[in-house]
């Protein structure tokens, strides 16, 4: 399978914790952002990487979010501190750079904070 | 800024037809729309570019009114398959979306 590949599917924690969760995006996309989805609405913008480069964060991303894409191929987001208003799908994506490609998005990380 | 959508909820029996409408306060670069399934990530139907255009995908085709900052997706023959939660994702540049609310679309036998 070449798709977009997220770890964990499921990830529960308590209050407090920190997460770290990994995207695979399809091999040669040099394009990858990450959403958050909570129920009953559209993925929202998290950040997006240009190869290793992490050329925007939404206002969304408070300071306890950080996502790295080392070598410009997989990439991870942690959140420190959890806290319940965290709990959320979160979705990987990506694409080619060129402005009309479309994003292919991966399984998602599915977040309960407790 | 987030596009609207409408209707918010779509119930059709096999064979219908419906229209779904996403609406900007902004001008737009591009209008990308997607399906999800219940548990499962969106998936791509098309891209749509400042232009007019109209484009289609088996019996789903969609239009985008630059001028009035809209698009719609036309579901014709609907088919069990159809069901899920449809989503526009507009495009103020070419990297960023915002997605709206989203339809949902029933689609009986």
């Known amino acids: 399978d070449t798709g977009v590949s997220q770890n964990p599917r499921h990830k529960i924690t308590k209050r407090g914790q920190n997460v770290t969760f990994r995207c695979d995006p399809i091999s040669e996309h040099n394009r990858l952002y990450w959403y958050r989805q909570t129920l009953g609405q559209g993925p929202e913008f998290l950040t997006y990487?240009?190869?290793?480069?992490?050329?925007?964060k939404s206002r969304l991303l408070s300071d306890r979010f950080s996502a790295e894409r080392p070598k410009g191929s997989f990439s991870t987001l942690e959140i420190q501190r959890t806290e319940q208003g965290d709990s959320a799908m979160y979705l990987c994506a990506s694409s080619l750079t060129t402005g009309d490609s479309e994003q292919f998005f991966g399984p998602g990380t599915r977040l309960t904070v407790l | 800024q987030q596009p609207v959508q409408s209707p918010q909820a779509v119930i059709l029996r096999e064979g219908e037809d419906a229209v779904i409408n996403c609406s900007s306060s902004k001008a737009l670069y591009s209008v990308h729309w997607y399906r999800q399934k219940h548990g499962e990530a969106p998936v791509f139907l098309m891209i749509l570019l400042k232009g007019g255009e109209q484009k289609g995908h088996d019996k789903i085709s969609a239009s985008f009114n630059e001028k009035k900052q809209q698009s719609s997706l036309y579901l014709t023959a609907s088919q069990l398959s159809y069901s899920g939660t449809y989503f526009c994702?507009?495009?103020?540049?070419?990297?960023?979306?915002?997605f709206g609310a989203g339809t949902t679309v029933t689609v009986r036998a």
């Open positions: 990487f240009q190869n290793e480069a992490q050329l925007e």
């Open positions: 994702g507009t495009g103020f540049n070419d990297y960023k979306l915002s």
